[in-house]
């Protein structure tokens, strides 16, 4: 049984930070890959940003990047999503997601949810 369970969302004004947390327990060993996606009324799950922790290699989504960090701590099985600058179409309800492995910004990839969280940036 896995869990993941999401934490560190809010409002904030244009050009803020927050900083997500997802913390995992379980028989998580396998799921190498974290990512983090965001979804709003109407659209799909989209992709934001990965990492894939044992090589700790990063992917981030063209709308994020420069402004978004995605970061894991082993010891504590956390992914983290830092973002800066935040803009008025940041705004949505954040997921993360751990998997085995495979194209990280496809959500059917993902095993496991945390329970999402909003995120509200005002302009």
């Known amino acids: 049984q896995v869990q993941l369970v999401e934490s ?11 900083r997500l947390s997802c913390k995992a327990s379980g028989s998580t060993s ?3 890959l974290r990512g983090w996606f965001r979804q709003v009324p ?9 990492i894939y922790y044992g090589t700790r290699a ?3 989504a063209d709308s994020v990047k ?18 800066n ?6 705004t949505a309800i954040y997921y993360c997601g751990a998997s085995r492995g495979g194209d990280w910004d496809q959500a059917r990839m993902y095993s ?5 969280i909003q995120v509200t940036v005002s302009s």
């Open 8 to 18: 560190g969302g809010g409002s904030v004004q244009a050009g803020g930070s927050l």
């Open 30 to 32: 396998e799921l190498w």
């Open 42 to 50: 109407g659209k799909e799950r989209e992709g934001v940003a990965a």
């Open 58 to 60: 990063t992917y981030y």
């Open 66 to 83: 420069g402004r978004f960090t995605v970061s894991h701590d082993i010891a504590d099985d956390t992914s983290f999503l830092q973002m």
């Open 85 to 90: 600058d935040l803009k008025a179409e940041d």
């Open 112 to 116: 496991y949810w945390a329970q999402g």
